[in-house]
């Protein structure tokens, strides 16, 4: 056995391919996979900014490819799998990170059914395409790791206002666990990632940027008293692409602070804090 710990992470010659990977997480799960040694192809709507971030891959030393694709039609998301095996051969590694919510309305009932539909379209439904789609060449060459990018708010409420954004990642947990035991004998392992809310994403700086009390508050209900960092992401994205997860299938990973350990509760100092000097001995 080799008694080097560290080499159980190395991805070296692994194929991985991330979709949402213009900007924000993606761009982070992309990058840890890199320098974890793979070979990463991103795909987005948006070609200008996946080829920045390819462009900024190939500086861990990789190969790095952009294919542009809206992954809600099932021709262009089918095409980046064709390109990928053309290019590269194989693909070892599947992150589905691509996903948004709406938060226009104040409560679900005002909701507008095409807004609900193009939620759990990107979030859910072409997440398990890219899964349907990964599986199928993975059975193929004899294994590979699916990991989905979920979100605390598939597992806990919250008052903001994004309901078919919580349905759709609560869907994203169960069909993770289910095609986990569905390829557990395949060679395949599916796990997710949950993160709590992060900053240094597009979305969430524009909502932080245009109400900071939203910001503050959210901060408030942390218990390690922070927001998210991109690159708090990437060891977990590279645990579970990694031979250091060859046992772990069917495994939801929050990355959130503490937020669900607390279930979102607002964080108050401890009594012995607040009023010193009279818990003594507790």
């Keep these: 056995m080799d008694p080097n710990l560290c080499d159980l992470f190395k991805l070296d010659g692994k194929v991985a391919l991330v979709t949402g990977g213009s900007s924000g ?13 793979a070979n990463v192809v991103v795909t987005a709507r948006r070609k200008e900014k996946i080829e920045e971030t390819a462009e900024m891959l190939r500086g861990f030393g990789v190969r790095a490819s952009a294919f542009p694709a809206d992954i809600t039609k099932d021709d262009e ?39 609900m539909r193009s939620v759990v379209e990107l979030d859910l439904v072409a997440t398990m395409n890219g899964c349907r789609l990964a599986a199928d060449q993975m059975l193929k060459q004899g294994g590979g ?10 597992k ?33 392992r599916v796990n997710a990632i949950a993160p709590a809310y992060f900053e240094g994403t597009e979305l969430m700086d524009q909502v932080y940027d245009a109400a900071p009390e939203t910001k ?35 495994h939801i990973l929050y990355v959130d602070g503490g937020w669900t350990a607390g279930g979102g509760y607002h964080q108050l100092p401890p009594l012995w804090e607040s009023e010193p000097g009279k818990h003594k001995g507790i």
């Design 25 to 37: 997480l993606g761009v982070a799960f992309a990058r840890g996979l890199a320098r974890a040694g």
């Design 77 to 115: 998301i089918e095409s980046v799998f064709q390109q990928t095996i053309a290019e590269y051969g194989r693909l070892d590694i599947m992150v589905n990170n691509a996903g948004y919510t709406d938060r226009s309305a104040a409560r679900h009932d005002l909701v507008p059914t095409r807004r």
């Design 145 to 154: 790791v699916i990991i989905n990018i979920s979100s605390i708010l598939g």
């Design 156 to 188: 806990v409420g919250s008052e903001f206002r994004a309901a078919s954004y919580h349905a759709a990642k609560g869907g994203v947990d169960s069909l993770t666990r289910v095609l986990a035991l569905e390829y557990a004998r395949e060679g395949i």
């Design 216 to 250: 503050a508050y959210t901060i408030t209900r942390v218990p390690m008293g922070r927001l998210g960092q991109p690159d708090d992401l990437e060891g977990a994205i590279v645990y579970l692409a990694s031979d250091a997860a060859r046992y772990v299938t069917g």
